[in-house]
């Protein structure tokens, strides 16, 4: 698939121990796997901040109440999940906010590669997958969204994201039957 590129998202440490789903780690290392061997980059999108979260206003709901050390360089739950740790020489692009694109050079990396089709997946799905999606699509990314491939702590945002939403503007697909695309 050229032009491909899979997006890992906020798949860190301590956002992975709030998931309750034990399975999700492996089902997404099973996605993956599946673009590295058909040669398909994967870009690893983090969230992270300078010590003491300059980047992030008091009034911010979400990133102001962060307890200080969180998400900052040294900080262990800011580290990649093992199940999906970039190999040498994958990208990591580090984000300032929800979007994947917002306070970071995704879209240099992407437009630099020539990648046009992005694959979501990610912790919320609520969260950076729909900012992510709404921004991509903005941008005129082809897109494709791995339902299983995403986790939200509300089953239901999730359900309704996935089902009603995010097929008006993406491909929707399972890790399953987006590797068995890729393998035929």
């Given at each position: 698939m050229p032009g491909t590129a899979?997006?890992?998202?906020?798949?860190q440490q301590a956002i992975v121990a709030r998931v309750q789903d034990d399975g999700y780690p492996a089902r997404l290392a099973g996605a993956v796997k599946a673009a590295r061997a058909a040669g398909i980059p994967v870009v690893h999108?983090?969230?992270?901040f300078r010590a003491g979260?300059?980047?992030?206003?008091?009034?911010n709901k979400n990133f102001g109440a962060l307890p200080p050390g969180a998400?900052?360089?040294?900080?262990?739950?800011?580290?990649?999940?093992?199940?999906?740790e970039p190999l040498p020489g994958e990208t990591?692009?580090?984000?300032?906010r929800v979007?994947?694109?917002t306070g970071s050079d995704l879209e240099l990396v992407l437009r630099a590669a020539d990648l046009d089709h992005l694959v979501l997946s990610g912790i919320a799905t609520g969260g950076v997958v729909l900012s992510t999606l709404r921004q991509a699509a903005?941008?005129?990314y082809r897109l494709t969204?791995?339902?299983?491939?995403?986790?939200?702590?509300?089953p239901e945002v999730h359900r309704v994201l996935v089902d009603k939403v995010f097929a008006r503007q993406a491909e929707v697909s399972t890790v399953e039957e987006w590797s068995a695309t890729l393998a035929g």
């Amino acid at each position: 698939m050229p032009g491909t590129a899979l997006l890992v998202m906020d798949v860190q440490q301590a956002i992975v121990a709030r998931v309750q789903d034990d399975g999700y780690p492996a089902r997404l290392a099973g996605a993956v796997k599946a673009a590295r061997a058909a040669g398909i980059p994967v870009v690893h999108v983090v969230l992270g901040f300078r010590a003491g979260h300059p980047e992030c206003a008091p009034r911010n709901k979400n990133f102001g109440a962060l307890p200080p050390g969180a998400f900052v360089e040294g900080d262990p739950g800011s580290a990649i999940h093992p199940a999906v740790e970039p190999l040498p020489g994958e990208t990591v692009v580090t984000k300032k906010r929800v979007s994947a694109f917002t306070g970071s050079d995704l879209e240099l990396v992407l437009r630099a590669a020539d990648l046009d089709h992005l694959v979501l997946s990610g912790i919320a799905t609520g969260g950076v997958v729909l900012s992510t999606l709404r921004q991509a699509a903005d941008l005129d990314y082809r897109l494709t969204v791995l339902s299983d491939g995403c986790y939200d702590p509300d089953p239901e945002v999730h359900r309704v994201l996935v089902d009603k939403v995010f097929a008006r503007q993406a491909e929707v697909s399972t890790v399953e039957e987006w590797s068995a695309t890729l393998a035929g």
